[in-house]
């Protein structure tokens, strides 16, 4: 991204890209190493010598069906279009032609994306409790509705990633309407003891409650090699540490998670599906 020969943007790539390849050749280590602002990233100046250096030389877009496209490098490039600020997507309704016309100016504002690198020096987003809030009033904009339609949440620490996902339904107790008749002693016909004649009882209602599961991923991988083994990941690949959990058992904040009573300093978060 800092030598232009690609931008993140919140679209998905075309499907029928295979992969990116870049080729990079190894150089002698400089005393030190300015900082840059290329193509609305700036790289970070490094004081301290270190064992080598790097440049990028190449880079290519592989097709699925075979073939490679060579891309050009952009390395003066600053775009216009990519703001500071990006507004919220908000739910209004316009009904007059002056909300309409000042509908710029009522418009909120929040920071910008910014992306990190994850353990396994991929580009994901950096955690913002606004990447996983609900994106509407509506139910099917919820994050929890999004999981039980196949996305699942893949959250980092410094030194672990974790696994949020959807793992059925549960029925829960919401009330009963029971009755129970007098309860009369009997004499047995066959001997002298006496026994119990229960009267009807009327039955438990009940609702389905959607259940999540919270685990750690015993290994972070690539998303091609976890996209090859299955999304969500297989019991084999992460150790369940809370499971049949309710969304309401899951607090975000501002700079991680609580699940079951426990904080999760976050520091990156990816939507993974398995489409």
């Not at 069906?65 to 891309?71: K, S």
């Not at 507004?87 to 002056?98: C, D, Q, Y």
């Given at each position: 991204m800092h030598t232009g020969y690609c931008s993140p943007t919140s679209s998905p790539p075309p499907s029928a890209i295979q992969e990116l390849r870049a080729t990079v050749?190894?150089?002698?280590?400089?005393?030190?190493?300015?900082?840059?602002?290329?193509?609305?990233?700036r790289s970070r100046a490094w004081g301290a010598g270190i064992g080598c250096s790097f440049r990028i030389e190449?880079?290519?877009?592989?097709?699925?069906?075979?073939?490679?496209?060579?891309?050009?490098?952009?390395?003066?490039?600053?775009?216009?279009?990519e703001p500071t600020l990006a507004?919220?997507?908000?739910?209004?309704?316009?009904?007059?032609?002056?909300a309409a016309s000042n509908a710029l100016r009522q418009q909120r504002f929040v920071r910008e994306v910014t992306i990190q690198y994850n353990l396994c020096n991929e580009p994901w987003l950096k955690y913002s409790i606004s990447i996983v809030a609900d994106k509407g009033l509506k139910k099917s904009l919820y994050t929890s509705a999004r999981l039980k339609k196949g996305e699942v949440i893949?959250?980092?620490?410094?030194?672990?990633r974790y696994e949020l996902c959807f793992s059925g339904e549960k029925p829960r107790s919401i009330g009963s309407n029971s009755s129970a008749s007098d309860l009369e002693p009997e004499k047995h016909q066959n001997n002298?003891?006496?026994?119990?004649?229960?009267?009807?009882?009327?039955?438990?209602?009940?609702?389905?409650?959607?259940?999540?599961?919270w685990s750690r991923c015993k290994k972070?991988?690539?998303?091609?090699?976890?996209?090859?083994?299955?999304?969500?990941?297989?019991a084999e690949q992460v150790e369940v540490l809370q499971d049949n959990l309710e969304w309401e058992d899951v607090q975000w904040s501002q700079t991680g998670v609580w699940v079951s009573g426990k904080e999760y300093p976050l520091a990156r978060v990816h939507f993974l599906s398995a489409n």
């Open positions: 050749r190894v150089l002698p280590p400089q005393d030190s190493y300015t900082s840059t602002l290329r193509n609305n990233v190449r880079c290519c877009i592989v097709k699925k069906g075979g073939g490679a496209i060579d891309l050009e490098p952009r390395l003066s490039h600053t775009s216009a279009v507004p919220v997507a908000v739910e209004r309704t316009m009904t007059t032609r002056a893949y959250l980092e620490t410094h030194f672990n002298s003891h006496h026994h119990l004649q229960n009267g009807d009882r009327g039955a438990m209602e009940h609702e389905l409650r959607d259940v999540f599961r972070a991988m690539p998303e091609v090699a976890m996209r090859s083994i299955g999304i969500p990941l297989p």
